[in-house]
């Protein structure tokens, strides 16, 4: 679908004209007035057999310029009709890649339209689409809508290439996704749970944005976040620590993100959106033993060792920090029950974390480790490891208790039902319903 059938310099450098002949393809004008949606099968050309078959694929390409008053940040929405397969570009860069579905009913006939917010520049910008055929009616599907910056007015379309510079772009410029996650992943260290904000990032400009910086707020907890490189177009999801209790509130309370980016000579503030199936679905997976220290032997550095598991500030949620690499490396660690866990049965997940591992004193083996039983908020347990091999991933920590309400896909309502159930001082109401949950179920 990706491959160029232009002529050099192809699809991130067509400047086409209606009427014309540009990089191998003839350029006709197509109206199409008054609707987004355009079925392009009446407008093929009729093969020697006298039909208009589909089949085998055809290649039609759509272009259009985009003259704005200012720079903006706009939504644009696209997609193939039917069984048509799409690409798309603005200003030579393919935003394939920032693409995600678009919001249910956005277009009535293209159920799998992508939307994504892009930034447009003063003068004359490009869109191209490039449609490639199945065996049903070919055409596409595109919308201009408002974006960040609230308005569309001044900006118009047009199909003839205009003279002089046609294709201005935006000056440097950085558009955050209106979600930030959570990621369903959470930490535990010392007595703390963890979670992370995705917050997903898209540079517009001619070059790579350097130095971006990120402040996320949530709960009334500020997080700061660096971005070294940001290549236009091409989305980056940073993962922004917060405290799993903060998240949670968050979500309760019906609070977002609060978030402010600066980048070289520009900045911008946004709210964006948490859904709580995410958070969840974190708080029933294999949420990852972080804040090892290594013991020491006559056969290891343990200078060395702490060096390669070192989770020093940011909180290594968004460190992507090194794991340990090799066999024979001795590993201690402590945790503290905390209320949102009490009550619960934690077993012990070491998947891809190969070792010899103690509970305390208690050897462990099996592939069901339990940590603790009916877990008492504070309670504190040791974990003591030789590593057997490289580690892919920390340890993680199970719950183990029957009626989890992830056995099915939940909607949006009914996780944040269950999320308000959790609390600091115990989670008795949760298991209690998780428990109901199980017994009726038993019963049909």
Request: aromatic share 6%.
């Amino acid at each position: 679908m990706r491959t160029d059938v232009l002529e050099p310099p192809g699809e991130t450098g067509v400047l086409p004209d209606r009427g014309r002949t540009e990089l191998g393809a003839d350029w006709k004008l197509k109206r199409n007035d008054g609707t987004s949606v355009f079925l392009l099968d009446p407008h093929l050309e009729v093969d020697e057999t006298g039909s208009g078959s589909t089949s085998p694929s055809i290649v039609v390409y759509a272009h259009a310029y985009l003259k704005a008053p200012a720079d903006r940040t706009v939504r644009l929405t696209w997609g193939g009709v039917a069984c048509t397969r799409v690409a798309a570009w603005i200003n030579g860069r393919s935003i394939d890649e920032l693409g995600r579905p678009a919001d249910e009913g956005a277009f009535h006939d293209v159920p799998t339209a992508h939307s994504a917010d892009v930034r447009i520049g003063f003068g004359y910008n490009t869109l191209l689409i490039k449609a490639i055929s199945g065996d049903c009616p070919l055409g596409i599907a595109a919308r201009l809508e408002v974006g960040a910056d609230g308005a569309l007015e001044g900006v118009r379309v047009q199909a003839s290439r205009p003279y002089g510079d046609t294709r201005t772009g935006p000056r440097p410029w950085v558009i955050a996704a209106s979600e930030a996650g959570p990621e369903s992943l959470l930490g535990w260290k010392d007595e703390t749970l963890f979670g992370a904000a995705a917050v997903r990032l898209a540079a517009f400009a001619v070059t790579p944005i350097e130095g971006a910086e990120i402040e996320a707020i949530v709960s009334g907890h500020k997080v700061k976040r660096d971005v070294e490189w940001l290549t236009p177009a091409e989305p980056l999801s940073v993962l922004v620590p917060f405290e799993f209790e903060r998240l949670r509130t968050a979500l309760v309370r019906n609070q977002d993100l609060e978030l402010r980016l600066k980048w070289g000579a520009g900045e911008s503030e946004g709210v964006l959106s948490l859904r709580p199936e995410p958070l969840l679905e974190a708080f029933h997976s294999s949420i990852r033993l972080l804040g090892w220290t290594a013991a020491s032997t006559g056969d290891v550095n343990p200078e060395e060792a702490l060096e390669e598991i070192d989770d020093e500030e940011p909180h290594p949620l968004a460190n992507l920090i090194p794991l340990p690499k090799a066999a024979g490396i001795p590993l201690v660690g402590e945790w503290k029950i905390p209320g949102s866990l009490s009550g619960f049965t934690l077993r012990l997940d070491t998947r891809d974390a190969p070792g010899a591992y103690r509970i305390g004193s208690r050897p462990a083996e099996g592939d069901e480790i339990l940590l603790c039983q009916a877990c008492r908020k504070g309670q504190t347990i040791q974990i003591v490891v030789q590593t057997t091999g490289s580690w892919s991933r920390f340890p993680g920590a199970v719950i183990a208790d029957p009626g989890a309400p992830l056995d099915r896909t939940l909607g949006q309502d009914e996780a944040m039902d269950w999320l308000k159930l959790l609390d600091d001082k115990g989670s008795r109401k949760y298991r209690e319903r998780a428990v109901d949950g199980t017994t009726a179920a038993a019963g049909n």
